[in-house]
């Protein structure tokens, strides 16, 4: 009799803590694919939020990060083939240059990248300045712990070029065409305490001849 107590007590056990013991193993994948969702990798996260909903079909927040990969997803977010995402990511210790020619700094951020990743990350830079620009437009920075589109977007801006990222590689343009205003007919109301000035009184220029 104490035998037949024991074993549907041991039975009685195993029933109650199996469904807990799914539970948290649930929570576990659960916050793997909350980990992934917030670095972006929505593809592997989704396989896990999708797991997570066949042990446990009314957990509400892993259905509503399911949804949101969902549609970051459609929306072809993500680092997959983001190169400016995936150089985001990768942060250089420390930027150190006083007057140096922009495409040595080009060359050595790309070689700093590779070295940093392990040869994972590869970035190309395209230069389209002539050789004399090249060498003679100098680059004075210094930053700590930046992270690489960071450091590439001051370069940019000290270099006056214009930086474009394309699905294998940097454009560093420093020739861009300067985008015309859009012409518009709205007069731009006046600043508070001024008056704006009457079509009849405004003043024109006049050629003289003698």
């Keep these: 009799m104490k035998t037949i107590l ?13 469904p807990l013991l799914a539970q948290t193993s649930a929570q576990a994948v659960y916050n793997q694919g909350v980990a992934l969702f917030n670095e972006e990798k929505y593809d592997e996260a989704l396989i896990l939020f999708e797991q997570v909903l066949k042990a446990s079909p009314n957990f509400v927040y892993a259905r509503n990060y399911a949804a949101r990969c969902k549609s970051a997803l459609a929306q072809n977010l993500g680092p997959k083939n ?53 060498k003679g437009t100098l680059i004075t920075l210094s930053l700590r712990s930046v992270p690489l589109a960071e450091a590439i977007k001051y370069v940019g801006e000290l270099g006056r070029s214009k930086v474009k990222y394309e ?27 001024f008056a704006a000035p009457s079509p009849t009184t405004t003043p024109t220029s006049k050629s003289t001849f003698p």
Excluded: M, W
């Design 167 to 193: 699905p294998h590689a940097v454009i560093i343009d420093p020739n861009f065409a300067a985008e015309p205003a859009p012409a518009t007919t709205e007069t731009a109301a006046p600043a508070p305490g």
């Design 6 to 18: 024991a074993i549907l007590l041991t039975v009685s056990t195993l029933a109650t803590f199996t």
């Design 82 to 134: 983001d190169l400016e995402g995936r150089l985001a990511r990768v942060i250089i210790p420390e930027i150190a240059f006083s007057d140096a020619p922009i495409g040595d700094v080009l060359d050595y951020l790309a070689s700093r990248c590779q070295e940093l990743t392990n040869g994972e990350t590869v970035v190309n830079f395209i230069y389209k300045g002539t050789p004399e620009q090249r």
